[in-house]
Every structure is written in structure tokens, then in C-alpha cells.
């Protein structure tokens, strides 16, 4: 089939597997594993950042338009900012079983990554992927959980008052806080793992 095709296969596919399987003790399993590599990988994350996390693992891409032209554009112009480095892992998972991944810029340019490419593999991921604010509020209570078992540097009562102040906006989302930012200089894009094809770069560059 052909690419958009493709595309509409892997949407409906993904409807279908969250009417098959609900939410089960493994997924909150792989979503613990999942937050527990970050705060490994990112010790200095804060609450703010767990919900950029959950918020990307739920609802995909921040909304970045539909103009491919743009989308390349501000690519190029963003990994003309950044070093080519190997020190990150190319890709990072953001959700149970591996559906959506962080695209780190620094070693896609490294690696020679193609903007383009990467341009038209987060369109393609805005159709791949339909997210919900259902599964968002479900992450977020496995987080509380996480804080309520000792698992998480940040007491129950914090990430509760986050929560609390995100469901009177409307769950917006949010940039990564001052400290992360500062620290780990984030650079990346959210991706549908079934339009990771359109790289042409290794499916295996993760965090371990």
C-alpha cells in the first residue's frame, strides 16, 4: 500500500488494539520502566517534565501545523543550532510498547538524519497516532502511585496539585522546566514508531 494507506492502517490498527486490550498490570509495568529509564537518564527532571512526559505519551506532538514546507524549515533551522553529538541515545520511548519515541536531534545529525524526512515522519505521525486525555489521566495515576510507593523523588502531594492546576486549563502542554532545560538541552521530535521508516537510520539507538 501506499504511504498514506500505510498510515490510515496504522491508525486503525491502533483503535483496534485499545478496544481489544485494555489497560492492563503490564502496561502500567512498561509505563513505571519507561519513567524510571528518564529519571535514570535525567536525574534533575522535574514534576513539570513527568507531565510533558505522560502529556507526549498520551496526545503525540505538541500541534506544530500542517505546512510540511514550515515543519522542514524549522527543523533545519533548530539542528543548525545544536552540535552532532552520540551522547544521546537517537531514540527514547515515551510509551508502552514503544508506540511513540523521542527523535533526539543531536544524534540524528550526527548520524546525518535528513530534515526532510524527519518532517514528513511527524506529519505522518499526527495522522498514525490518536491520542486521548483518558489515557493521559491514566498515566498520571500510575505517577501518583510511583510517588505513593516511594519510586519517585517528588512527594504524591506535588504531582496531585500539578494535576489539579492541568485539569482546570484543559490539559495544556507545556515545555520542559527551566532546570532540565538548562541541564539536558532538550532537542527532539515525537514520532509514531510505525514512520520511523522514513529516517533511514537505525531502529535500535534507544535507551537500553
Known amino acids: 500500500p501506499g504511504s498514506r494507506q500505510l498510515i490510515s492502517l496504522l491508525c486503525r ?13 503490564a502496561e502500567e509495568q512498561a509505563w513505571q520502566g519507561i519513567v524510571s529509564a528518564h529519571l535514570t537518564r535525567y ?13 507526549q505519551a498520551a ?19 533548530e539542528l543548525a543550532r545544536i552540535p552532532a553529538s552520540l551522547t544521546q541515545p537517537l531514540y527514547e520511548e515515551i510509551a508502552p510498547q514503544g508506540v511513540l519515541v523521542r527523535v533526539n536531534l543531536c544524534p540524528f545529525k550526527a548520524l546525518g538524519g535528513d530534515p526532510a524526512a524527519l518532517g514528513d515522519a511527524l506529519l505522518d505521525s499526527m495522522t498514525a497516532f490518536q491520542g ?12 501518583e502511585a510511583m510517588a505513593e510507593a516511594g519510586l519517585l523523588p517528588f512527594p504524591l502531594s506535588a504531582l496531585q496539585h500539578w494535576i489539579e492546576r492541568m485539569r482546570r486549563e484543559g490539559y495544556p ?18 514520532i509514531h514508531r510505525g514512520c520511523l521508516w522514513r529516517l533511514s537510520l537505525p531502529e535500535r539507538r534507544r535507551i537500553p
Open 13 to 25: 490498527g491502533g483503535e483496534a488494539l485499545s478496544r481489544v486490550n485494555p489497560p492492563s498490570p
Open 132 to 143: 486521548s486525555k483518558t489515557t493521559l489521566e491514566r498515566y498520571w495515576q500510575w505517577l
Open 59 to 77: 496526545l503525540g506532538s505538541e500541534h506544530l501545523g500542517k505546512d510540511r514546507g514550515q515543519i522542514t524549515c524549522y527543523l533545519r533551522e
Open 43 to 55: 536525574p534533575l527532571l522535574q514534576v513539570q517534565d513527568l507531565y510533558k512526559l505522560a502529556y
Open 173 to 190: 502542554p507545556v515545555h520542559h522546566s527551566p532546570l532540565y532545560r538548562t541541564h539536558y538541552r532538550p532537542a527532539y521530535r515525537v
